[in-house]
């Protein structure tokens, strides 16, 4: 096979690739055995070794870089990563459902969104590929762990959209994931994670990005920060942009159109947290509308178009 031959069969390799891991990792609904997967993965391997000049970024040989990184490079957000107002029951949501009405003329909807409990991140992409990850750091600042997110599947290292996208969301350790990672460190006589959330942090913060790939981490993406294009007019349909452009979003969200239809919800997924296969520490609120965000704009520290209901803290059982 010649070199033309090979950067052909490389691609299409790529591409298939890549569709499987979209079906797999994202949608949760792979069209092929895994052992296919693997046949084509070699492949691919194989003829990248005898052709490394044609091994692109976004091959999904490449998820697991090179050496460990000295340290993490600091990073600017250019839009700010901003940390939501609390509430902690339903007068709280009944007095920011009133403020946010008072902002606004319109008629008012909200989207309510499971509160992940993992770590922000912010993902960059130009001319369709990954280019950065980022954690949130204090909002503005943030660090460089662009090696470390590339090791988690569901994140796609490429996407059909060429315009520069940043995207926002949250990592996490699944509960099968840190179960697992508890019990090998108990039989290592290691420390264990006290919960999901710290083991996440403590897996991104690893220099060396074979151990984050090692940590089965996954994320949910819910947001777009700096975008080239026409955005939509409102938040529902931006979740539904993401999921489009192929990024893991989180199903569970719903419109509502009143704070009853809110309470409904927090209601339901206060019972219903324990069956989630992830941890989530509350429910996120945000009024739909884009232009009306805008119009209640922020405090000095969080919007007035969101708010974060918290689960009252559970007992620990000693
Ligand atoms: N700090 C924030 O702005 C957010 C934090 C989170 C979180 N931990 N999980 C889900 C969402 C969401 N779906 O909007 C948000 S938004």
């Known amino acids: ?11 299409s390799l790529k591409e ?22 693997d046949q084509k993965l070699e492949a691919l391997r194989q003829l990248e070794e005898q052709f490394p000049e044609l091994i692109t970024s976004d091959s999904p ?35 920011f459902a009133r403020r946010a009405s008072q902002g606004t003329d319109k008629p008012l909807s909200f989207v309510c969104e499971l509160k992940i409990d993992g770590l922000a991140i912010s993902l960059t992409y130009e001319d369709g590929k990954l280019v950065r990850g980022a954690t949130r750091g204090d909002g503005t600042t943030g660090e460089d762990i662009t090696s470390n997110l590339r090791t988690i599947k569901s994140i796609p290292l ?3 959209e060429k315009r520069k996208i940043e995207v926002r969301g949250e990592a996490y350790m699944p509960h099968k994931s840190f179960l697992a990672l508890n019990q090998v460190r108990e039989e ?21 990005p074979k151990l984050a790939a090692s940590r089965n981490l996954d994320a949910f ?47 339901y997924w206060t019972s219903e947290r324990p069956n989630l296969p992830y ?15 805008e119009d209640l704009g922020f405090t000095v520290k969080s919007p007035r178009w969101a708010i974060a209901y918290k689960f009252p803290a559970e007992e620990v059982v000693t």
């Not at 096979?1 to 691609?11: G, P, T």
Request: with cysteine; charged share 30%.
């Open 1 to 11: 096979m010649d070199k033309a031959q090979a950067q052909e069969k490389i691609k």
């Open 16 to 37: 298939l690739l890549n569709r499987f891991a979209h079906e797999y990792y994202v949608l949760d609904k792979p069209s092929v055995p895994d052992s296919e997967y």
């Open 61 to 95: 040989t490449q998820r697991i870089g090179g050496e460990p990184l000295e340290g993490f490079q600091k990073v600017q957000h250019s839009i700010p990563m901003l940390s939501l107002g609390n509430a902690f029951n339903e007068q709280d949501l009944r007095d």
């Open 158 to 160: 490429s996407i059909n």
């Open 188 to 208: 290592n006589g290691e420390e264990l994670f006290a919960n999901p959330r710290n083991a996440a942090a403590g897996s991104l913060r690893q220099l060396d």
């Open 221 to 267: 993406l819910y947001g777009i920060g700096e975008w080239e294009a026409d955005v939509v007019s409102s938040h529902s349909e931006r979740l539904t942009q993401l999921k489009e452009l192929g990024f893991r979003t989180n199903p569970e969200w719903k419109k509502c159109d009143s704070v009853e239809e809110i309470l409904e919800f927090v209601e």
């Open 279 to 293: 941890e989530i520490d509350g429910i996120v609120i945000k009024v739909d509308d884009l232009e009306t965000q």
